[in-house]
């Protein structure tokens, strides 16, 4: 859907068990946020309502994706809201709590001139103040972040995909300490596109993950995709 005129909603809320359904307006606390929004993941916070993070899509002055973060009550009414731009572009696509009580987002962020694509962090405090960002750029090539889970040791793994310039895209596990601090990183593929979209912890008790997304390498000659389950231990 092509927009023509500035739009000030940002996010369609339903709650279906209650038929409990609102439109948040972009204009809050004297705040006025212009653009195009879209909510990518939200969040419980427990006994306090909910949190979201999405994209907000500028087409003035210039194309530009930032990420947005809303936070709302259970009754759906915002407490804060927060826009993060960068000097290209970033996109927010999960959100976690912190054992601080706040919130990390994982995205993707895209260099304005080089067009690299890296694993973006974002940490929020409870109040939804910046306490620190960055970009996850260990490796060679186009890094996306789609989910990230906490772990048992307060720290976090992020899945989404890698991948070199004239090959496939893998499936991208990355492994952060508290601070965000990389541990580890993982690649996983064949011949074709894999890409990781979700993750959480496993049953086993061993602090392993498991990975779910799409594959089209058990197939690659007739391009159809397939989903893509995946487990590793700790």
Known sequence: MKFTAICLFIFFIALVENTHARFISGVYQGEQTSGNYGAKAVKTVPNDGYIMVGINTMRIPENKDEVYVLRISDSLEPKWSKTIKIEGKVWGNSVELTPDGGFIVAGTSEAKFTEKKSIYLLKLSSAGEIEWSKNLSEIEG??????????????FVIVGSTQIVGEGKNVYIVKLDSEGEVEWSNSIGGLGNDIAHAVDTTLDGQGGYIIAGETDSFDVNQGSADSYIVKLDS
């Open 142 to 155: 186009n890094q996306e972040g789609n989910a990230i889970k906490a772990t048992e040791d307060d720290g």
